[in-house]
């Protein structure tokens, strides 16, 4: 009997019926969200603008767990439980004796894990009576999973796209488009924020921190629009909790734990969905695998950041949050993995790193895309550019253990495929990428506009 393919699937009753919120399990709370104006931590009242209630309770939940609501949980059978594969094929090509596993999140419509809180975000919004959604989008993963979630809750999507991606990736928007959303190049001259930044520079490639001035401020205009972050807040890190939930479930199955757990982070949701799960366990001291987070080396948020408050836009509208941050005032270059392009880190996934539960590397982008060739040319899924940040310290980790003769287990994240991101495969196959490294001023200069809070 062949062995190539090994997949651990779960029948559709067992989508977990509550996220995990591992911050009922955290050593040390968190620091509070400080409104931008007072300096003192905000109040419910404060975000209630912005998000729909529900959202902003889970923001401060210590709850550990939070019930799905049953029409999410309908919505998740679609694509959930999805798949955890053990990847036979790329193992022999490593030859190594490590096991390595991954949970592949591209079955979802949108092709990653974004829709598992699209959906829920955009549920919660229609039963609060909200008719509009504005949000921000990068690669266009996060704008075309909100576009399929508001369309299946009736609601409108305008998703302000940054603007480079808006031109390098024209597929994405006419899926944004197909799937009734209105899409919207940022800056744009539709809002106070957009236009200030075309001013100063007519020709802006844009940034996920100009976006979301954009869509904040148009949702703060109106009161039937409401904001939708596909990323970096707590509800959306508890949301994505279904993906570990699922795996834990999924590696008992193959009779296994992991050694490892691996994920990429931009904002850090696929990573916290698949590992806080693990790390509650490791809390606990039912298990005691190694986790890592894997962020692009052009935008090194965890490995290089400061670990401070700072605003999550680039017109300082967002209240104050404490993460790992470049400064909002940084702008990364025009590297591919679009949704890794972001100044800071989701504070869950900062404060992990800051109380030692995780560690964090960083690889450059070509290594990157060879993993990601290595990987479609034995497990035959291309993966998102994103992704094949995962992929790298897994083929890495992969190749210590062939080196020291160990046999460890290896759990990462497929966050998604790359179907859409093909021109970033056709510029590594023809030469036209590049490493770069940042030189200690330029990001200490962003590191002095961090803003000062009298709280630190
Ligand atoms: C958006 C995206 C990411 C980065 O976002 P996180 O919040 O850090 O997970 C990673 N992988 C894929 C496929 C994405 O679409």
New binding site residues.
Partial sequence: MSDDTVKFLLPEDRIPRAWYNIMADFPEPMAPVLHPGTGRPIEPDDLAPLFPMACIAQEVSTEREIEIPEPVREIYKQWRPSPLFRARRLERALDTPARIYYKYEGVSPSG???PNTAVAQAFYNREEGVKRLTTETG?G??GSSLAFAGQIFGLEVDVYMVKVSYHQKPYRRALMEACGARCVPSPSTETAAGRAILEADPDSNGALGIAISEAVEMAAQRDDTKYAL??VLNHVMIHQSVIGLEALEQMEMAGDAPDVVIA????????AGLVTPFLGRKIKGEMSPRVVAVEPAACPTLTRGRFAYDFGDTAHLTPLVKMHTLGASFMPPGFHAG??RYHGMGPMVSHMLHLGLIEAVSHHQLGCFEAGVTFARTEGIVP?P??THAVKEAVDEALRCKAEGTARAILFNL??HGHFDMQAYTDFFDGKLEDRDYDQAILDRAFDALPRVAAE
């Fill in positions: 990653s894990h974004k690669a993963q996060w596909g990323s990429c982070a931009g904002g850090g949701s696929n990573f949704g890794l998102a994103e992704s966050s998604g």
